[in-house]
């Protein structure tokens, strides 16, 4: 970033959605851009198409890597050529890293955070968290939320 230019809370105001959410949203991907080493992870609940989420917000530069991750520990589903399904993934999982790999070794366009990224999502059920274990990595566009509030849901 250029020093004369200066990143602002304002400018995630102009962006689509909930300009308190998108501020937040915000300040993690700043807090991860400009801290080196330093991940933030915040506990948060959304309405997004009706359904309640709740998982950890993270920036997008910690949670692309692990969708790497996800990629490359993928299984075929049943019926699924193991080769071919082992080509996918493996591809899936280098696309990732090089495309998000160049992404993040340039400056960010803060002004165009359109997406929020949740690791460790659940989404919740009448009979529960689904998954119970380990959950999702999401990624939802900003001006499809709902509402949120800070906190994880947890079962009773």
């Known amino acids: 970033m250029a020093e ?5 809370v304002e400018t995630a105001s102009d962006l689509s959605g909930d300009p ?6 915000y300040t993690v991907e700043l807090v991860s851009f400009t801290q080196e080493g330093v991940s933030i992870g ?20 910690v949670w692309w890597p692990g969708m790497e991750d996800r990629y490359r520990a993928m299984t075929a589903a049943p019926g699924t050529d ?9 591809a899936m999982a280098d696309a990732t890293h090089s495309v998000w790999g160049q992404v993040f070794a340039e400056e960010p ?10 690791s460790g999502a659940r989404v919740v059920h009448a009979q529960g968290l689904v998954p119970q274990l380990e959950g999702l990595a999401m990624r939802i566009r900003l001006s499809d939320v709902q509402g949120w509030s800070i906190g994880l849901l947890s079962p009773s």
Do not use: M
């Open 4 to 8: 004369d230019e200066e990143l602002s």
């Open 20 to 25: 308190a959410l998108t501020s937040l949203v």
């Open 42 to 61: 915040l506990p948060l609940t959304l309405i997004v198409g009706g359904a309640t989420v709740t998982g950890t917000l993270t920036a997008a530069r």
């Open 82 to 90: 193991p080769d071919a399904a082992a080509i996918f993934t493996a």
């Open 109 to 118: 366009e803060f002004s165009k955070i359109d997406y929020l990224h949740l």
